[in-house]
């Protein structure tokens, strides 16, 4: 089963800057899309960015000239650069890819466990 672990999530001032990365623990042999998604506490999981093999990327309003979604294929892992950050981006951050693994003959719906962010004023 592909697992995906998140970090980089932390504490940081209004304006701060960080970097979620999300690891796969395997290669994947087709991937249909990579995002990250977040959760603020009361609220729903809400679509943040998303990004294809071929590096077309799209964000939600919010984040738009803030976040930067980026991926590195050889080393699994997928990429969230978050400058100018606002305290209303305060959430769980969590990644997805929906893929097929080299394990498997199908195509799953992989997500991890989340990284949270908290940004104070």
């Known amino acids: 089963q592909v697992q995906l672990v998140e970090s980089g999530g932390g504490l940081v001032q209004a304006g701060g800057s960080l970097r979620l990365s999300c690891a796969a623990s395997e290669r994947f042999f087709s991937i249909r899309i990579m995002g990250w998604y977040r959760q603020a506490s009361g609220k729903q999981r809400g679509l943040v960015a998303t990004?294809?093999?071929?590096?077309?990327?799209t964000y939600t309003d919010s984040v738009k000239g803030r976040f930067a979604v980026s991926r590195d294929i050889v080393k699994n892992t997928m990429y969230l650069q978050m400058n100018s950050l606002k305290p209303e981006d305060t959430a769980v951050y969590y990644c997805?890819?929906?893929?097929?693994?080299?394990?498997?003959?199908?195509?799953?719906?992989?997500w991890g466990n989340g990284t949270l962010v908290t940004v104070s004023s």
């Open positions: 997805n890819i929906v893929g097929r693994p080299y394990s498997d003959s199908l195509f799953g719906n992989y």
């Open positions: 990004i294809t093999t071929e590096g077309l990327t």
